[in-house]
């Protein structure tokens, strides 16, 4: 399974950006799909989880009412729209595919700059 995110942007406090994670490969394979975020000098967070074969996604307490991720099951991409975005929330934000028996699957991340 390859990932490719984009969508990352630079944009103010109180703005949206929608990212995009295409999946390729043996998307077939795919259970499950989340959305993670890295900023500077902090831990890597969980931000949201869309879970393929149950159908729920379920999001970090922190995003909740504001971020929202849903798929694309045609295009194989996931996204995930991002409002009221913060600036504490620029970050690197990657996306992860979780497969049935082949392991986990990261991209290589797309930046969210937030300003002040």
């Known amino acids: 399974v390859q990932l490719a995110e984009s969508g990352g942007d630079l944009v103010q406090a109180g703005g949206s950006l929608r990212l995009s994670c295409a999946a390729s490969?043996?998307?077939?394979?795919?259970?499950?799909m989340a959305w993670y975020r890295q900023a500077p000098g902090k831990q890597r967070e969980l931000v949201a989880f869309?879970?393929?074969?149950?159908?729920?996604?379920n999001y970090a307490d922190s995003v909740k009412g504001r971020f929202t991720g849903f798929k694309d099951d045609v295009k194989n991409t996931m996204y995930l729209q991002m409002t009221v975005l913060k600036p504490e929330e620029t970050a690197m934000y990657y996306c992860?595919?979780?497969?049935?028996?082949?392991?986990?699957?990261w991209g290589q991340g797309t930046q969210g700059t937030v300003s002040s």
């Open positions: 869309i879970n393929k074969v149950v159908g729920s996604t």
């Open positions: 992860i595919a979780e497969t049935d028996s082949a392991g986990d699957f």
């Open positions: 490969g043996s998307t077939n394979r795919i259970n499950a």
